[in-house]
């Protein structure tokens, strides 16, 4: 059998698939020529990432196909129900990547509550020449200790950064449609654990609490967090998007970050991804990053593995 990891796969899944007997791809193929490729080399499995789109076409356009895998844990780019109901296996890893992607969101919080997105910019330029002035500059900072996180979603990645949060002492306060209450256990190096309940509240009451708010919601038809939200929120709030791109109304975002409504943002993602506007990429207040939530090689690694066992358990 063959699997096309059109997006690529990391070894630990490669290694695995193989010594089940299967044949792994890892050709990129151009979404365009994808549907001649899986035909002509009798694809079985095809394992994607955000690059690929797997639509209502391609399934049709191609019966060989008994799985399509998601390294990761959103699907918007693949029509879910529609391949189920043609009899395809939809897998994804909705644990692999939680806490990979919660580390990058408090890296984004701490870089911007100490300006470090933009003293790394000014440093190389003007640190010989104006060290004291951008001392002065960069001196205003605040302390995430004792803040409140808001967390709109709740789920596993959700759940991973208000661990975080909890372990810096910060306060949470988190909204999900889905669920009244999560319990969060939090393990130290020692082997000890802490189990913490965060019982869910309402949007408003997290918009309204939050001194940092992120985002963990699936793809939505309208914005999750527009103009009405951001008002609603604290003066100087701070808040972060690692989720999907569209899930907040970037125009009135970046008029939030220039009349000082918000103090910052942090962006994974982007509404016109992947050429984030100008604007955003080039405002002081803006902490971004090209879309490498769950980026890192222990999340890639969970990833390869994960799949790899869904994939041999379903066809071996």
Same mark, same amino acid.
């Given at each position: ?51 690929t ?38 897998i ?26 933009d ?38 990645i ?9 372990? &810096?002492?910060m306060?949470? !306060?988190?909204?999900? /449609?889905?669920?009244? +209450? %999560? *319990? ?6 020692? @082997? ?23 985002l963990?919601?699936?793809a939505?038809?309208?914005y999750?967090?527009?103009?009405s ?16 791109g ?5 125009v ?6 220039d009349n ?20 955003? &990429?080039?405002n002081?207040? !803006?902490s971004?990053? /090209?879309?490498?939530? +769950? %980026? *890192? ?6 990833? @390869?593995?994960?799949l ?9």
């Amino acid at each position: 059998m063959k699997v096309l990891a059109n997006d690529g796969l990391a070894q630990s899944g490669v290694s695995a698939l193989e010594a089940a007997g299967f044949e792994v791809l890892l050709t990129t193929v151009a979404q365009e020529q994808l549907e001649n490729f899986i035909n002509e080399e009798n694809i079985d499995v095809i394992l994607v990432r955000s690059a690929t789109t797997v639509r209502q076409e391609l399934i049709d356009a191609c019966p060989s196909l008994k799985i399509i895998g998601r390294g990761g844990v959103g699907m918007d780019n693949i029509d879910v129900q529609y391949a189920r109901d043609k009899g395809v296996h939809v897998i994804n890893t909705p644990a692999a990547s939680s806490h990979s992607v919660a580390e990058l969101v408090f890296a984004h919080f701490s870089g911007l509550v100490r300006f470090l997105h933009d003293s790394n910019r000014n440093m190389p330029l003007e640190g010989e020449s104006n060290f004291k002035g951008l001392k002065k500059s960069y001196a205003g900072g605040i302390e995430l200790k004792g803040k409140t996180l808001g967390v709109l979603g709740f789920g596993r990645i959700g759940q991973a950064t208000a661990a975080i949060a909890l372990r &810096l002492g910060m306060k949470v !306060v988190a909204f999900d /449609p889905f669920m009244d +209450a %999560a *319990t969060l256990s939090l393990d130290f190096i020692d @082997g000890q654990t802490i189990d913490i309940t965060v019982n869910t509240i309402s949007k408003e009451e997290v918009l309204k609490q939050s001194d940092f708010l992120t985002l963990h919601v699936p793809a939505q038809d309208e914005y999750v967090i527009g103009a009405s939200e951001i008002e609603s929120m604290k003066d100087g709030a701070y808040i972060a998007n690692a989720a999907r791109g569209g899930v907040i109304d970037e125009v009135a975002l970046i008029a939030a970050l220039d009349n000082g409504k918000l103090g910052g943002a942090a962006l994974d993602v982007f509404e016109t991804e992947p050429k984030p506007a100008v604007q955003i &990429l080039m405002n002081p207040k !803006v902490s971004v990053t /090209p879309h490498i939530g +769950a %980026a *890192t090689g222990g999340a890639q690694d969970r990833i @390869g593995t994960e799949l790899a066992s869904q994939i041999i358990e379903l066809l071996k």
